[in-house]
């Protein structure tokens, strides 16, 4: 008998007899390889793409835990989505480690070494095979693709979506082990708070339909098609959750602009390149490379032929799938045929190993159905037939679709392994070899997202027209004080998107600093023309109206600021501007009322100076010298308001 301490990846339940190798130990080994695999994240930063809107620069969040931030969460559809806990996952991030970006990366990689953990337990509870469960996790842990949602803190809605997917599958066999209302009532909670992290798991009413199929084999080979019906019939409630999340999502990507524009983004464009897309995640599943944050969405240019060789090679998958999880058939005929023809030419001995894989053919193989319709029915919220965003496909959207093709790689593999009598070294040898190649492109992802710098500048060297790459690396640029190496990037990014409202938000910021009253005016222009986002027009608005402030079109400028604070009556730089303008228009009293409302959200010098201003030309000097007084307390070296306060005071 072969020692269950050295059990080959091929190895089933009857190969294991003592459980030398517990779900214990596997499960330990699994969890602190992936902590070691994403150690190098602690020392990233946070990045500018999402992470300000979803950490950094919300204000909600920055408060930290709160019941009120709690009750914001569960209303809010800010960034296009509903997902309220992962934004009370982030307050309490900030509540825990403040801006410290080291405790948010930290979150997410126990996240992740959490879901690899629960992936194998799940396998190994549905399947009863232990290495091939545990085989499955590992590269779930490890592979580049999923570097995305664990090392962009923005993506920790993906990591808590997927670990209540995970726990929703468990639910759901001990459901089907033994049925009960109670039982059934944790899996639609499970699957509720799954929905409430990401919709990205909208599809799994459909998944849960493969589950049946194969691991748990809960529809009947007498008679299939009732037993489906009656399976689907119970997921009922689940498929009202997923109706309902949907229309939440749509909702709130309507109402954020994230939906893309039928007119830029035709369907047949959009169809087009979701075919294409579902074969190039094939390929970066395989062969990792070129991996980037953003790629471009090709539009009209995708060319015919790649998307009828990417349907065909779909087709063709699909079909081979079909074939061979049915068991015997023309592949069996074929194999009869070519064993009585070597037979009788003695050719049966030289021929035995072809024959033993055409011998593996001919088995029944459910798996391959369940994982290969599982990556189908996953990606496809995300494949983009309802475009969201620009991109023609993400990384962070392979985490819960390949879980479906790494459980056909490794039962694949391990038959096989079994089938032509490989030994444990060469098993071995492979796996490693498969194991090594993905760490290592792995540990390169992670460093590319230590900054914003490093990862549009990969992103850019690594794909072509990518104007968002463009307009974010600009933006890093700029915060590290080179706004004359950004120029170009937004220039870029406006040539490649002219649509783009932040490139030409950005050029504006430029040509305002730069004095360029007639450019700016004209790029913000341009960006509140192509604006979808409220928080940026409001913001456009605003520095539209501090450019003709400066140029003294007063009655221009307050209606800029008029607009933002339209969108944001807190805005207090927009109250500040407006406030200004309409001291110099003398309107007191409306300038008394903007300024006295921007002190009051928030301390600043500035608006302390000109409502000091403000209350002397009033004539109200004790309301003038106060003002002055919280300006200097705010800002010593502010020489205009020492000036001012002495003055009164003489």
């Known amino acids: 008998m072969r020692s269950p301490a050295t059990v080959s990846i091929g190895s089933n339940r009857e190969s294991l007899p003592n459980r030398a190798i517990s779900p214990v130990t596997l499960s330990c080994v699994l969890f602190l390889a992936t902590l070691s695999v994403y150690l190098p994240a602690l020392n990233n930063g946070f990045v500018n793409y999402d992470d300000p809107a979803y950490v950094t620069s919300n204000a909600h969040v920055l408060r930290g835990l709160t019941w009120s931030n709690v009750r914001w969460a569960f209303t809010a559809t800010v960034e296009a989505n509903w997902h309220p806990l992962a934004w009370i996952s982030h307050m309490a991030d900030v509540q825990m480690f403040g801006m410290n970006p080291r405790g948010h990366h930290a979150v997410s990689i126990v996240l992740h070494a959490v879901n690899v953990v629960l992936l194998f337990l799940l396998l190994r509870r549905a399947t009863e095979f232990l290495m091939r469960s545990a085989l499955v996790a590992a590269l779930f842990a490890v592979h580049p693709l999923n570097v995305e949602c664990v090392a962009w803190v923005a993506e920790r809605k993906s990591l808590l979506s997927m670990l209540f997917l995970l726990l929703t599958l468990l639910a759901y066999g001990w459901y089907a082990g033994k049925r009960s209302v109670g039982r059934y009532c944790v899996v639609v909670a499970l699957f509720a708070l799954g929905l409430a992290a990401k919709p990205m798991i909208v599809t799994l009413p459909v998944l849960l339909l493969l589950w049946d199929y194969w691991p748990l084999g809960r529809i009947q080979q007498e008679k299939p098609l009732a037993s489906l019906l009656r399976l689907a019939a119970e997921k009922i409630p689940l498929l009202a959750l997923s109706a309902a999340s949907s229309w939440v999502t749509i909702y709130a990507q309507r109402a954020g602009g994230a939906l893309g524009n039928a007119d830029l983004l035709p369907l047949g464009q959009r169809v087009a390149n979701a075919i294409v897309s579902y074969a190039a995640y094939l390929?970066?599943?395989?062969?990792?490379?070129?991996?980037?944050?953003?790629?471009?969405?090709?539009?009209?240019?995708?060319?015919?032929?790649?998307?009828?060789?990417?349907?065909?090679?779909?087709?063709?998958?699909?079909?081979?799938?079909?074939?061979?999880?049915?068991?015997?058939?023309?592949?069996?005929?074929?194999?009869?045929?070519?064993?009585?023809?070597?037979?009788?030419?003695?050719?049966?001995?030289?021929?035995?190993?072809?024959?033993?894989?055409?011998?593996?053919l001919t088995r029944r193989r459910p798996y391959l159905l369940t994982g290969w319709l599982w990556y189908l029915a996953a990606m496809l919220p995300m494949i983009g037939i309802i475009q969201v965003g620009r991109q023609a496909m993400a990384d962070r959207y392979a985490y819960l679709p390949f879980v479906g093709l790494f459980m056909i790689a490794v039962w694949v593999g391990a038959e096989l392994c079994v089938s032509l009598e490989l030994s444990r070294a060469a098993q071995a040898a492979i796996a490693a070899g498969a194991f090594v190649a993905y760490v290592s492109v792995a540990f390169l992802q992670i460093n590319y997202w230590r900054n914003s710098l490093t990862l549009f500048s990969h992103a850019l060297a690594v794909t072509e027209h990518n104007g968002i790459a463009e307009d974010n690396l600009g933006v890093a640029l700029m915060e590290a004080g080179r706004p004359d190496l950004a120029a170009g990037h937004f220039e870029a990014a406006a040539a490649y998107i002219p649509q783009l409202a932040t490139a030409h938000y950005n050029l504006g910021v430029l040509a305002q600093r730069a004095g360029q009253a007639d450019a700016a005016v004209r790029e913000y222009d341009l960006a509140l023309r192509f604006s979808s986002d409220v928080n940026d027009a409001a913001q456009a608005h605003s520095n539209l109206g501090f450019v003709l402030l400066d140029a003294n079109r007063q009655s221009e400028a307050i209606t800029q600021f008029s607009a933002a604070l339209a969108i944001n009556p807190e805005k207090q730089n927009s109250l500040l501007g407006r406030g200004i303008a309409e001291y110099r228009s003398e309107n007191l009293d409306a300038a008394i009322a903007d300024l006295s409302h921007a002190a009051a959200v928030a301390p600043m010098a500035q608006t302390d100076y000109w409502l000091g201003r403000a209350f002397e030309d009033k004539g109200n000097v004790q309301g003038a010298v106060q003002a002055y007084r919280a300006a200097l307390q705010l800002a010593p070296e502010m020489t205009e308001a020492r000036d001012r306060l002495a003055a009164l005071q003489r």
């Open 283 to 360: 390929g970066k599943g395989i062969w990792p490379t070129g991996l980037a944050v953003f790629y471009p969405h090709p539009e009209h240019s995708l060319e015919v032929w790649k998307v009828l060789g990417a349907g065909l090679l779909l087709l063709a998958i699909t079909a081979l799938v079909w074939l061979l999880q049915r068991g015997p058939s023309l592949v069996s005929v074929f194999y009869q045929k070519a064993e009585s023809q070597a037979k009788q030419e003695v050719l049966l001995a030289r021929a035995q190993r072809a024959f033993t894989v055409l011998v593996w």
